[in-house]
């Protein structure tokens, strides 16, 4: 059984860096995303570890973790949104005390996902794979980005639906100013590994992440997938859906193998692929070749350039909902439920 926080838009919004701060020169970035929720009466509380940034990290693992656990312990606070990734977060797993952690959203993704995913797995409580809080700086916010509000306020048992974007932004340039953080400039266009098949349905339990990050859980105890489905999904079939932030080809080979070899695989029925500026052609193995070769290795359906991770905007995925997912000529209609 999957245990689903609630979003209660009256309480305050706390922010908190497990893995990078916000170097001193990007503070105005954050204070825009500060005066985006003042502005909409949603009170915010910042930790200070969000405005520091050295070695790679926001502070010490301990401060992280001490800083997440004021947020989480605070009754006040209803959703915990990071600043954005990083590079180190799982230094701070094994201080994290799983056994005691509260039904409160949490909300992010890169170098984050290691976390949400983490938590999904040792505990059965649902997490948002979305957009992190400098991105929600701004006046405006599009319609995908924005549907993190939807779907997080949704309540145990309830579906949520969401559309796949119209638009994507192709590169990030921010010497552009308007009212919105991103440029959508590229029309959105989802794919099959077939492309023969105009249309295809999947479904299954949500498992989300960044490969660079959450393959660094296997092998571990917070990466235990096959316990996770037997205490919490059992029987029930698995959707992955997973994002590259800066694997070329044959790095991305490996990382998946590791995870089919590990047995990440095992229940799944079908993988979503985000969109990627990373995909390098390694000698002349493209990303296209490694999902080709996946979907034959599992016999399962593979989506990729789907509206997840480091190319906006991005659906809100909840590690742990069930999914369905209907596809159809570049087009797809996302479902949730919080069952």
């Known amino acids: 059984m999957i245990r689903y926080p609630i979003w209660d838009r009256q309480k305050k919004i706390g922010v908190t860096a497990p893995?990078?701060?916000?170097?001193?020169?990007?503070?105005?970035?954050?204070?825009?995303?500060?005066?985006?929720?003042?502005?909409q009466g949603q009170e915010v509380i910042v930790t200070p570890n969000v405005w520091t940034q050295e070695k790679a990290v926001s502070s010490s693992a301990y401060v992280r973790n001490n800083e997440l656990n004021a947020l989480l312990k605070n009754q006040e606070v209803s959703l915990i949104i990071p600043p954005w990734g990083g590079e180190l977060l799982l230094e701070m797993l094994p201080l994290i005390d799983f056994d005691s952690f509260p039904t409160k959203w949490l909300l992010g993704y890169s170098d984050i996902s290691g976390l949400l995913l983490a938590i999904t797995l040792k505990t059965g409580i649902a997490t948002a794979h979305g957009t992190n809080f400098i991105d929600l700086r701004g006046t405006t916010m599009d319609d995908t980005t924005a549907s993190y509000q939807t779907v997080l306020t949704t309540l145990p048992y309830k579906s949520v639906t969401q559309q796949s974007s119209s638009f994507y932004q192709s590169k990030w340039d921010f010497e552009k100013?308007?009212?919105?953080?991103?440029?959508?400039?590229?029309?959105?266009?989802?794919?099959?590994?077939?492309?023969?098949?105009?249309?295809q349905h999947l479904e299954g339990r949500v498992l989300c992440g960044c490969i660079d990050i959450i393959r660094h859980l296997i092998g571990t105890p917070f990466g235990d997938v096959e316990a996770f489905w037997q205490e919490h999904i059992p029987d029930e079939p698995v959707l992955w859906v997973l994002e590259n932030c800066e694997l070329n080809s044959a790095d991305l080979r490996r990382s998946l193998l590791q995870m089919h070899y590990t047995g990440w695989f095992k229940h799944c029925t079908g993988i979503l692929f985000g969109r990627s500026n990373a995909n390098?052609?390694?000698?002349?193995?493209?990303?296209?070749?490694?999902?080709q070769m996946l979907a034959e290795?599992?016999?399962?359906?593979?989506?990729?350039d789907i509206d997840c991770g480091h190319v906006p905007p991005q659906l809100t995925?909840?590690?742990?909902?069930?999914?369905?997912?209907?596809?159809?000529?570049?087009?797809?209609t996302v479902i949730q439920t919080f069952n």
């Open 19 to 39: 893995s990078s701060g916000v170097q001193k020169e990007l503070h105005p970035m954050l204070w825009m995303a500060i005066n985006y929720f003042k502005n």
């Open 177 to 199: 100013t308007n009212d919105s953080p991103f440029h959508l400039d590229t029309p959105t266009n989802w794919r099959h590994i077939d492309s023969t098949i105009s249309s």
């Open 280 to 291: 390098e052609v390694f000698e002349d193995y493209h990303f296209i070749d490694v999902y």
């Open 297 to 304: 290795e599992l016999q399962i359906p593979i989506l990729y």
């Open 317 to 332: 995925f909840i590690n742990g909902a069930y999914l369905e997912v209907s596809y159809s000529n570049g087009h797809a």
